[in-house]
């Protein structure tokens, strides 16, 4: 994990409580979505759900659950599994908060920007 | 093609190659991961069409549209990942090698295997004609053809199958229903008469033939016409139908010339004996492919058994045996209602045939016995009793003592001797198969439902499998969820949700007497379990406190549905809807002019009339709402709240201006009850119209809240719903004067406002607390009518607010954009 791996994308501030934000960056040309509990609990996941890729940065925080703005599922911020008896995952990036701004671990060069 | 191979590795103990990835295939890999010796395997799966494996059972539905493609995936491509199953789609096996042990794929993919399973289903039979090459020729059997028929369905008009059994029906009104003039034509003489009887078959052409098919039975064809596209049809006696797509499907045929090329032992199919296995021990096959002591398949569920039983055997279970059982028909088409299984007639002067037929009431019936035991049953019409026929059958119970009663179905035959009146969930054996598809018995499903606690429908499908294929046992599996979950009585309490004991009145109560005005005081004083609620009870105590203490309470936007919080509609591709606001369904050219700029400016994909009387705006990227609607905000237009809880549409018509029918101005009227109402929060949403006269041109009578005028004023109509649980509205009152609707349309809407609960529209609503409840409450109860109205236009002074204004001028204006890399990388 070289240093440059890690992008800072702000201060924790920038997301809202129980809520979320998509980030400009993707990882390998899918989008990231990083959340905010309401204890100040960061996650980021990739932005698909694992049932037909509903953005889930749209999606209702509650405790360390998001649900799915399209249908409902419900997917854990820590480990982006979905809640039983749904399966599927939505894949989990490394994420750190470094002086109160939120980092995440997107190594080149599966990162681009939208263009 | 498509391979999956950046799965994590499981090191491989013993290779299982499966050729196909069709039903039959992956319940059998289901079956084999269930057991423990299933880990053992390290699975490859070829599957010569392109996609995941779906229902197959299903494509019906998809043709007739009543589901998507999507919905009918079985396991998604995560559920191979998660299995660590090796997925090559687009991909066909071409060659199998039993002495090197390999497999071989027209991609030149070569695989060894200690297993073998060949599930290659079946093909399409084609008759021997000349035409059968040209395009618009298909036949019925995946998503490529489904595809091919709903593009023809889309640009052309005519359409012809061949075949009257099971698939071709299943086509013909898929076809017909996607809008096309269908033509059937069949050999035989009645249709799907190997299910059913010449009785049962003419009943079913005489329906189909009223939703307009048009049958040519006895016809055979004799050649597909046409010179670079199929033109017509021709049958030998010389009649022609002209089509534009021809669909073929008079039967399948096990696929087994790989098979037959490895030289496995073959009949009409791959010989299999009752452990699942061919002549070579190490090779398995399953579903349509084979053929087991004499018989081939073309149904579900003797595969699923089968399935069953070769998971058990690749797991290592020695003792698992295959045995195939008495089977049932049913057709899927929506409204008629068949049901077969067994002989369709007296075999010789010994059997006995029962018959019964009303037919005013097109239902028709026939039991055919045999030694005081039922061996046929063929229904039309009324079909509820079916599994129980089906079960009495198997079990080859001694009927003899209904013998007079069997025919009139189960409820009457066991009323007169003693049992209940209507199906008796309790005294029903647990070994009653309720899922044909799915072999799932009564036993099964109501144990899944009690050790899991499951409450819904949804629940009872994704634990038990049961009504999870074709559908037709839904309301059986409702019933026993009702009969099972019911016992738990804490079950049949509807709290808000898992969080709370608390039901949604007891909410409401609680907040009011004890003047709590925040979500955390809620929970705290009625100990909610988890401290932040859920995604169920966070938008219903928002609702709540927005509603007692209008003015006072924050709206919480983190509570809110993402179409509330962005107020757009989010769309399947995460794009979103724009609906801005048509007063009464009126515009004016300048506004239709700032549509037609915006959907430019932006090029925004669809533009369409909705179904409220307005126009959509389809497809607009998150990023460009503001300034969407700082555009339209310009011409004066405000959001229409097509995405929220409140007030959407007033639908009217034109009213006495124009028409020659008009009693009042059902227009004017109309604006004035939206503008008095838009913004308004409520339980569920709200739907106005306004007729200018009895013809009720508006719809008024499935709306929320619905006036139709007449000469002498105004009837006032409430708890009318279109959408899933249609109904009509009752009538409230008669009214003389345009204010009084207007104060009625205020007491209607706080009285919903105030009691109904969240989520629930006022069509449930009345429903629950009745009509004369409410005419209590608003019309005999003119005081209290008063005190509503004021109540509603009080909290309406803080509701009436564009929030497309709010934000096209910055309001939560971070919401809108995706969030910057700042500093790069991290020193
Ligand atoms: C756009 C529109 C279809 C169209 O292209 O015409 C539409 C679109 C949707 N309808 Fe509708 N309904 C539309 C008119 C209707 C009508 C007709 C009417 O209002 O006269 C009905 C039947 C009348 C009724 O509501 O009683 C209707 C009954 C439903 C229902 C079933 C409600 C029920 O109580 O059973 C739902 C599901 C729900 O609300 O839970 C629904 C839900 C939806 C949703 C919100 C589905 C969703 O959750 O995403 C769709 C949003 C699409 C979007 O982003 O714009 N829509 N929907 C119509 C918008 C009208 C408008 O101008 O606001
Ligand atoms: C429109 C329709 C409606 C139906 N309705 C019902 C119903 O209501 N009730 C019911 O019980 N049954 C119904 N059926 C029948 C049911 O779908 C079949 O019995 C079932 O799908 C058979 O399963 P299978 O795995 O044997 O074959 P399939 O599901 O056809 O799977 C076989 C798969 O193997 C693939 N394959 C073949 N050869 C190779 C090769 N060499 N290499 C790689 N892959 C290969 C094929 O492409 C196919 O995807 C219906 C069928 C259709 C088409
Ligand atoms: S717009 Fe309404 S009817 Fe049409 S697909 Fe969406 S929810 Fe169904
Ligand atoms: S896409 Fe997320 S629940 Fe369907």
Known sequence: MSAHDWKNIGPLESIPRSGSRRLCLRQAGRPIAVFRTRDDEVFALIDECPHKRGPLSEGLVSGKTVTCPLHNWGIALDSGEAVAPDEGRAGPIPLRVVDGNIHVYLPEPAVEAIA | ?827
């Open chain 2, 1 to 827: 093609m498509y391979i999956n191979d950046d799965l994590a590795r499981i090191p491989p103990i013993a290779q299982l190659v499966v050729i196909g990835n069709g039903m039959a295939a992956m319940r059998t890999v289901e079956e084999l991961l269930k057991h423990e010796g299933g880990k053992r395997y390290r699975i490859t799966v070829f599957g010569a069409e392109p996609h995941v494996n779906y229902n197959r059972i299903m494509l019906s539905s998809v043709l007739a549209g009543d589901k998507q493609l999507d919905e009918i995936v079985i396991n998604p491509r995560e559920w191979y990942e998660e299995n660590g199953i090796r997925l090559i789609t687009g991909d066909e096996v071409t060659a199998i090698d039993r002495d090197a042990r390999t497999v071989t794929s027209a991609n030149g993919i070569c695989v060894p295997y200690d297993r073998l399973l060949i599930a290659t289903g079946s093909k399409p039979l084609a008759p021997r004609i000349p035409g059968l090459e040209l395009p618009g020729v298909c036949a019925f059997r995946d998503i490529a053809d489904v595809d091919k028929m709903l593009a023809a369905a889309r640009t052309h008009r005519h359409a012809v199958v061949i075949g009257g059994g099971l698939l071709g029906l299943e086509a013909a009104w898929g076809l017909r229903q996607r809008g096309m003039s269908v033509a059937l034509v069949h050999l035989m003489p009645t249709l799907m008469e190997r299910q059913l009887d010449a009785a049962a078959g003419q009943l079913l052409q005489r329906d189909l033939d009223r939703r307009g098919i048009a049958f040519f039975t006895e016809g055979q064809t004799k050649e597909i016409t046409g010179v670079d596209h199929a033109e017509s049809v021709l049958l030998e006696d010389g009649r022609e139908i002209p089509a534009d797509l021809v669909v073929l499907a008079i039967g399948i045929r096990p696929r087994i010339e790989l098979a037959v090329a490895a030289g496995l032992e073959i009949n009409r199919g791959i010989v299999v004996g009752d452990d699942m296995r061919t002549s070579d021990p190490l090779i398995f096959a399953v579903g349509e492919c084979v053929e087991h002591r004499g018989q081939v398949f073309g149904l579900v569920a003797p595969i699923w058994d089968q399935a069953k039983v070769c998971g058990a055997r690749l797991a290592g279970d020695q003792a698992a045996i295959f045995a195939s059982k008495a089977l049932s028909t049913s057709l899927k088409i929506t409204g008629v209602e068949v049901f077969s299984a067994g002989a369709l007639m007296a075999a010789d002067e010994s059997d006995e045939e029962i018959m019964l037929r009303d037919e005013s009431s097109g239902v028709y019936k026939k039991i055919v016995l045999r030694d005081g035991r039922l061996v046929g049953v063929v229904l039309y019409g009324h079909v509820v009793d079916g599994q129980w026929y089906l079960k009495l059958m198997r079990d080859k119970e001694d009927v003899s003592a209904l013998r007079e009663r069997l025919v009139f179905g189960k409820a009457f035959a066991e009323a007169e001797s003693g049992g209940a009146q209507a199906v008796d969930y309790e005294a029903m054996r647990d070994d009653t198969q309720i899922c044909g598809c799915n072999g799932v018995c009564k036993g099964d499903i109501v144990k899944a439902i009690r050790t899991l606690k499951l409450t819904t429908l949804s629940e009872v499908r994704a634990h038990t499998k049961a009504s999870a294929s074709c559908g037709q046992c839904t309301g059986q599996v409702e019933e026993i969820l009702a009969y099972a979950a019911g016992v738990d009585a804490k079950a049949t309490k509807k709290t808000v949700c898992d969080c709370t004991e608390a039901d949604h009145d007891e909410v409401r109560a609680a907040i009011r007497t004890q003047q709590l005005k925040s979500m955390d005081a809620v929970r705290a004083a009625l100990a909610w379990k988890k401290p932040e609620g859920c995604h169920k009870c966070r938008p219903a105590l928002n609702y709540y406190l927005l509603c007692e203490w209008p003015g006072e309470y924050q709206d919480d936007a983190s509570s809110r549905f993402v179409n509330e919080r962005l107020h757009a509609n989010i769309q399947k591709d995460g794009t979103y809807s724009v609906v801005p606001r048509m007063w009464g369904g009126l515009t004016t050219p300048a506004e239709l002019h700032a549509i037609a700029d915006v959907a430019e400016k932006f090029k925004i994909p669809t533009v369409k009339v909705t179904g409220g009387q307005r126009i959509d705006l389809l497809g607009v990227k998150k990023e460009d709402l503001p300034a969407v609607w700082s555009d339209l905000g310009q011409a004066g237009l405000v959001s229409g709240h097509a995405y929220a809880k409140g007030l959407r549409t007033v639908k009217t018509c034109v009213g006495k201006e124009w028409c020659r029918f008009g009693t009042q101005d059902s227009t004017g009227l109309g604006v004035k009850l939206e503008k008095m109402c838009w913004g308004s929060w409520t339980p569920h949403k709200v739907k106005f119209a306004v007729s200018g006269c009895p013809r009720n041109c508006a719809e008024a009578s499935i709306k929320d809240l619905g006036v139709i005028c007449i000469d002498a004023g105004y009837d006032l109509l409430v708890g009318g719903n279109g959408g899933v649980d249609v109904r009509v509205t009752d009538l409230l009152v008669r009214v003389s004067t345009e204010d009084e609707v207007l104060q009625y349309a205020g007491a209607f809407m706080q009285l919903y406002r105030e009691e109904a609960h969240y989520m629930e529209r006022s069509a449930p609503w009345i429903a629950r607390v009745g009509i004369d409840y409410v005419k209590r409450r608003l019309v005999e109860d003119a005081e209290g009518r008063e005190q509503l109205c004021q109540r509603f236009l009080y909290s309406q002074t803080f509701a009436r607010v564009d929030p497309w204004h709010e934000r096209a001028s910055g309001v939560a204006a971070e919401a809108f954009q995706p969030l910057p890399e700042l500093a790069g990388a991290l020193a």
